[in-house]
T-cell receptor, first 116, second 111 residues
Framework: DSGVTQTPKHLITATGQRVTLRCSPR?????VYWYQQSLDQGLQFLIQ???????AKGNILERFSAQQFPDLHSELNLSSLELGDSALYFC???????????????FGEGSRLTVL | DAKTTQPNSMESNEEEPVHLPCNHS???????IHWYRQLPSQGPEYVIH???SNVNNRMASLAIAEDRKSSTLILHRATLRDAAVYYC????????????FGGGTRLMVKP
């Protein structure tokens, strides 16, 4: 158990819909990262928040957005869903915004999104 | 981030050592070498990381070449539970906080 909690574990929805994925980081961790893992793209970094502020942005589509709340949990919002958005979405957290020093990101078990 | 090259897959016998190679010929002086693994149906988990010197922890050892252009993750006695995809990642401490995952090596462990 990494201490990172993601909900829901599974989600099935239709094209054009909007969903929200939630992540609770490990107690005390200030950084939250979102990753997308699809069969053909591997693990892709989407976005990072540190203590409520956006810190780094990766290959995140404009239809996707995220935020981190004062209690440090984070939400990833996916809108106008397309078939290609079907993937596993992972959240990770770390205590230090520079994990090269601590070396460790803690990943949740992921939310599996299926778009039909 | 600088690129890493890993074999797509490797096989090992249970209770034997496993050496997982990673080439990173374009590594820069500030890049740390990280290893993560992803067990089936789980999120990635941290294994080990290092900069220049060899590193050991309870999970594995990391051997880093003197020129830092390659490294090897060593599992001293593979178990069935070690079957996973192993990712070798370079992280520039000054270039941001995210980890950039490549294709990794799928390790299969035979009983």
């Amino acid at each position: 158990d990494s201490g990172v909690t993601q909900t829901p574990k599974h989600l099935i929805t239709a094209t054009g819909q909007r969903v929200t994925l939630r992540c609770s980081p490990r107690s005390g961790d200030l950084s939250v990262y979102w990753y997308q893992q699809s069969l053909d793209q591997g693990l892709q970094f989407l976005i990072q928040y540190y203590n409520g502020e956006e810190r780094a942005k990766g290959n995140i589509l404009e239809r996707f957005s995220a935020q981190q709340f004062p209690d440090l949990h984070s939400e990833l919002n996916l809108s106008s869903l397309e078939l290609g958005d079907s993937a596993l979405y992972f959240c990770a957290s770390s205590a230090d915004p520079l994990p090269g020093r601590t070396g460790e990101l803690f990943f949740g078990e992921g939310s599996r999104l299926t778009v039909l | 981030d600088a690129k890493t090259t890993q074999p797509n897959s490797m096989e090992s016998n249970e209770e034997e050592p496993v050496h997982l190679p990673c080439n990173h010929s374009t590594i820069s002086g500030t890049d740390y070498i990280h290893w993560y693994r992803q067990l089936p149906s789980q999120g990635p988990e941290y294994v080990i990381h290092g900069l220049t010197s060899n590193v050991n922890n309870r999970m594995a050892s990391l051997a880093i070449a003197e020129d830092r252009k390659s490294s090897t993750l060593i599992l001293h006695r593979a178990t069935l539970r070690d079957a996973a995809v192993y990712y070798c990642i370079l992280r520039d401490n000054n270039a941001g906080n995210m980890l950039t995952f490549g294709g990794g090596t799928r390790l299969m462990v035979k009983p």
